[in-house]
């Protein structure tokens, strides 16, 4: 096994998130029903190698030997019920990682196939869950996982079990692990449902101080150059984390949560409008885990400032657009000067005692030293991470967009074979069964596959007994359901369309759009066209976050490159299908249909159109011509294109139930 950088070694002040997460990460391992961790950051802040890092550092635990879902001496197992003899072994924590690719059978289990058709004996193979029963379950870019893994991991995580019921196997086994994931919120957010199910999260960045960065250099450097020595260099430092978190595993049944910890972290949660009642237990979990971890029975007011800190502000967001965060300073006066009152002794519970502390407890390895001060303060960021942008000119504009709207579902036409999402037709991993594949990578279809075999039986000497099977026989299921899909929005910035009602609706019709995207777990991109050219506002990005902070930024102005406009699109679309073929485009152009900029504008914007619709791009021209004199440039446009061609109030899923009402 290669050995793992080590936790103690990772440069502590790498600003003051650094530490969060570590803590976080320790946090949630002292009481894993705290929930786990997400980590948000950009790409590059050493996310993956603390979460590797956490695990050889955590105590090792005793399972019973030979069993395959790491049950605890006294447990019951899949396996059967073991006597109270039973041989046991310690072995350490694992760390099982979850690929964003991974299929189903591969997550859950499923039937061990060589066993079935060489042997003929249904045996079940345990999964990912399984494996990571008692441990940690890591997944990477986490906001790209499937929807239909997340759905998997939500039921493990509620319940605490998993249940497969699925090619003749039923099996149900313990899936108790503490989920970590780490994501670059520019490659698109996390879905909702998965979101709550983390209880803590922490925002990371790269530190902005050169001689921080110099040391994180350093240190990666000595450790790829001779592993062994530097792990041992830190060997000290990591035994001693890993004591400390036995100790305060240990001392937390001790802790004493009172009334008044409890109605302190009630008002705070409650000040903050958090959803539910999640958030609550949660920072509860966290304030007594912290106070452990400090070598404390009693619960302080910088525990619960701790945990509202890493607790709540992910559970503070009401859609996709929202920033997460939490004002320190409005938590601060929530929690005011005064500790928690003390509960009051009871006069007939003698136990009621607090001498539980343990005057030798040792806290762990001293830290690293801390930079001077002011040091690791991050400089205040863009909203997108972007460079300062040029002051415009005084004759554009900006407008706001007013709130979103439901809009009615676009489809690329034909079926697709693109990752699994919820917009176009397609042949998935998942969904409702269609049809069988002899040559394919699903799920095995039981049925067809002994239909296959059947006629062959008395040609390969079968008289009597288990049916005999042949790789030929092998068939699976070709299931059909819903694919992500590529929207590029191609938005007109003219001058045409700057008149503030008409912006207005056209930013609003967009973020409608990039908020149904964002639903469908589609990538986005946004082409904007106006003066003389076109640019690529937002190259193809799974984060609609940041998709909207670019719309809020358009300007509008000038003359009118409509084919600019277009055939940018066109290049980015072509671009796109060589990253990613298996991801279809869906072109929104969303413009009043004039073209003014360059020589026989209007006909070079018809054969741009034409362009695209030889290369069989699905396309919809959202039309924003307004008022009672007409041109129809719009509907030309989109008859070019051989796209739909739909009026801009007509993008509501409302006003397609009122034409249907209507008819």
Not at 390 to 414: C, I, L, N, W
Request: proline letters at 8%.
């Amino acid at each position: 096994m290669p050995l793992q950088y080590p936790l103690s070694a990772i440069v502590p002040s790498q600003a003051d998130d650094r530490d969060d997460m570590t803590l976080a990460l320790v946090l949630t391992t002292i009481s894993p029903e705290v929930g786990g961790v997400l980590v948000r950051g950009e790409k590059g802040t050493a996310k993956s190698t603390t979460v590797r890092a956490l695990a050889s550092v955590l105590p090792p635990i005793e399972v019973v030997a030979g069993d395959r879902f790491s049950s605890r001496p006294g447990d019951t197992s899949p396996d059967g019920d073991w006597p109270l003899d039973a041989e046991t072994e310690t072995r350490p924590v694992r760390l099982v990682e979850l690929p964003v690719g991974a299929t189903e059978d591969r997550v859950l289990g499923s039937l061990h196939l060589s066993k079935v058709l060489a042997d003929g004996v249904a045996e079940y193979e345990p999964g990912l869950l399984a494996r990571a029963h008692r441990g940690l379950l890591y997944v990477d870019e986490v906001n790209l996982l499937h929807d239909h893994l997340v759905d998997l991991l939500l039921d493990a995580a509620a319940m605490g079990r998993s249940t497969v019921e699925r090619d003749g196997v039923s099996v149900a086994h313990a899936a108790r692990f503490v989920l970590v994931g780490t994501m670059n919120p520019e490659e698109g957010e996390l879905r909702p449902q998965l979101l709550d199910r983390f209880g803590l999260t922490v925002e990371i960045a790269a530190p902005r101080d050169p001689r921080l960065r110099a040391e994180v250099v350093r240190r990666r450097l000595a450790f790829d150059a001779d592993p062994g020595t530097f792990v041992e260099a830190y060997a000290d430092s990591e035994r001693a984390l890993t004591d400390r978190i036995a100790a305060a595993r240990k001392l937390l049944p001790e802790v004493e949560l009172t009334d008044a910890v409890l109605t302190k972290v009630a008002e705070v949660c409650a000040a903050f409008e958090v959803d539910g009642m999640r958030a609550d237990i949660v920072a509860t979990r966290t304030a007594v885990a912290h106070a452990a971890w400090n070598g404390r029975t009693t619960v302080t007011r910088a525990d619960i400032r701790q945990a509202a800190i890493l607790a709540l502000p992910h559970r503070r967001r009401r859609n996709p657009f929202d920033a997460p965060g939490l004002d320190e300073d409005l938590l601060d006066s929530i929690l005011g000067d005064e500790e928690p009152e003390p509960e009051p002794p009871l006069p007939p519970e003698p136990e009621g005692e607090g001498d539980s502390e343990d005057p030798g407890f040792q806290t762990g390895a001293e830290r690293p030293p801390q930079p001077p001060d002011g040091s690791a303060e991050r400089p205040p960021q863009p909203p997108d991470g972007s460079a300062e942008r040029p002051p415009q000119p005084a004759m554009e504009s900006v407008m706001a967009a007013a709130d979103p709207y439901k809009v009615r579902r676009f489809e690329v036409t034909g079926t697709g074979a693109g990752e699994s999402g919820k917009r176009s037709r397609a042949l998935t991993s998942n969904g409702r069964r269609a049809g069988v594949d002899p040559t394919g990578q699903g799920g095995l279809h039981l049925v067809e596959t002994i239909r296959a075999a059947a006629p062959h039986q008395l040609a390969r000497g079968r008289t009597g007994g288990r049916l005999r099977f042949e790789h030929a026989d092998l068939r699976t299921a070709r299931r059909e359901g819903r694919e992500a899909n590529l929207v590029l929005f191609c938005v007109d910035a003219s001058g045409s369309m700057a008149a503030r009602k008409r912006m207005e609706q056209v930013k609003t019709a967009i973020l409608s759009l990039l908020l149904d995207a964002y639903q469908r777990r589609d990538k986005v991109g946004l082409v904007t066209f106006r003066g003389d050219g076109a640019e690529v506002a937002l190259p193809p990005t799974h984060s609609v976050d940041i998709a909207a902070r670019r719309l809020a930024e358009l300007p509008a102005g000038g003359r009118t490159p409509l084919a600019e406009g277009l055939l940018t699109a066109a290049e980015v679309v072509r671009v796109e299908k060589v990253r990613d073929p298996r991801r279809r485009p869906l072109l929104i152009v969303i413009t009043d249909g004039r073209a003014t900029h360059g020589a026989d504008a209007v006909a070079r914007s018809r054969q741009a159109a034409q362009w695209i619709a030889e290369h069989r791009t699905t396309a919809v021209v959202v039309d924003c011509e307004q008022g009672p004199m007409r041109m129809g440039l719009a509907g030309s446009l989109a008859r070019a294109m051989q796209a739909t061609h739909l009026p801009i109030a007509d993008v509501s899923a409302s006003a397609l139930t009122s034409l249907a009402h209507a008819a």
